[in-house]
């Protein structure tokens, strides 16, 4: 199964580079830091989800307290990422992956490729191309 997914921006500009990781100790999960973090990993899922509700496949490994995707043991994950940014104020490139992996997979040890891509555009950024395949 191949999900193809764009995300626009980021849940506080449409046109804004994505958002990277942001490692958190449990006391400042519920900062304005670890709020704006959750944020944009609800807009990356549901961004998913507009894609894989199409694939009965998925629907079938949908972990339904969360949302994301469980994979099953005997699965492998391949995913590709390509950023366009919109300015070079932007977190690293392999936080952004970190950060989209969290939002859509449960446990995200099942994935064992990742191609990264990025490029500055300030016609054409803030979109974020990914291919997700589970095989």
Same mark, same amino acid.
């Given at each position: 199964?191949?999900?193809?997914?764009?995300?626009?921006?980021?849940?506080?500009n449409?046109?804004?580079n994505?958002?990277?990781?942001?490692?958190?100790?449990?006391?400042?999960?519920?900062?304005?830091?670890g709020?704006r973090?959750?944020?944009?990993?609800?807009?990356?899922?549901?961004?998913?989800?507009?894609e894989?509700?199409k694939?009965?496949?998925?629907?079938?490994?949908?972990?339904f307290?969360?949302?994301?995707?469980?994979?099953p043991? #005997?699965?492998?994950?391949? =995913?590709t990422?390509?950023?366009? %940014?919109?300015?070079h104020?932007? +977190?690293?490139l392999?936080?952004?992956?970190k950060?989209?992996?969290?939002?859509i997979?449960?446990?995200? #040890?099942?994935?064992?490729? =990742?191609?990264?891509?990025s490029? %500055?555009?300030?016609?054409?950024g +803030?979109?974020?191309?990914?291919e997700?395949?589970?095989?």
């Open positions: 199964m191949q999900i193809n997914f764009i995300i626009q921006g980021n849940p506080e449409l046109h804004g994505p958002m990277p990781y942001t490692r958190l100790p449990n006391n400042m999960k519920f900062s304005p830091l709020e973090y959750a944020r944009w990993k609800r807009y990356v899922l549901s961004t998913f989800w507009t894989a509700h694939f009965p496949e998925a629907q079938e490994m949908i972990d307290r969360t949302g994301q995707i469980s994979v043991k #005997k699965n492998q994950v391949a =995913i990422v390509h950023v366009k %940014f919109v300015n104020s932007h +977190g690293d392999d936080n952004i992956v950060g989209i992996l969290d939002a997979i449960k446990n995200d #040890k099942c994935v064992n490729e =990742i191609h990264a891509t490029e %500055f555009s300030p016609t054409d +803030g979109t974020t191309k990914v997700l395949k589970i095989l």
